[in-house]
């Protein structure tokens, strides 16, 4: 499964992103995806999972109520929508898929494959 990830950039503190991640070479609804997190120094951490269907989401608390997983089969996408965006959301972005569902869906090990990663910046 190749994934790749794209949308981040430079945004105002409160401002607003969608990042996509398109997957291909294997049938993407049968695949769970997730999107994780890193600042520099400091290691890769969950923000949001899908199941296969779409019929679970899981996020990580400080963007509960702020970012939206969601997914579009017929495109083989993953879509991260981020609103209300706070400078402490400035990381690279990754975006990762793992057949079915992962062991642990908060757990980066337990993904299988991984996208190359987009910067998003907020700007205080």
């Known amino acids: 499964v190749q994934l790749q990830a794209s949308g981040g950039g430079l945004v105002q503190a409160g401002g607003s992103l969608r990042l996509s991640c398109v997957t291909s070479?294997?049938?993407?609804?049968?695949?769970?995806m997730g999107w994780f997190r890193r600042v520099p120094g400091k290691e890769r951490e969950f923000v949001a999972a899908i199941s296969y269907n779409g019929d679970r989401t899981y996020y990580e608390d400080s963007v509960k109520g702020r970012f939206t997983i969601s997914r579009d089969n017929a495109k083989s996408t993953v879509y991260l929508e981020m609103t209300s965006l706070k400078p402490e959301d400035t990381a690279v972005y990754y975006c990762?898929?793992?057949?079915?569902?992962?062991?642990?869906?908060?757990?980066?090990?337990?993904?299988?494959?991984w996208g190359q990663g987009t910067q998003v910046t907020v700007s205080s």
């Open positions: 070479g294997r049938t993407f609804s049968s695949y769970a």
């Open positions: 990762a898929a793992d057949l079915l569902r992962p062991r642990d869906w908060y757990k980066e090990a337990d993904y299988e494959y």
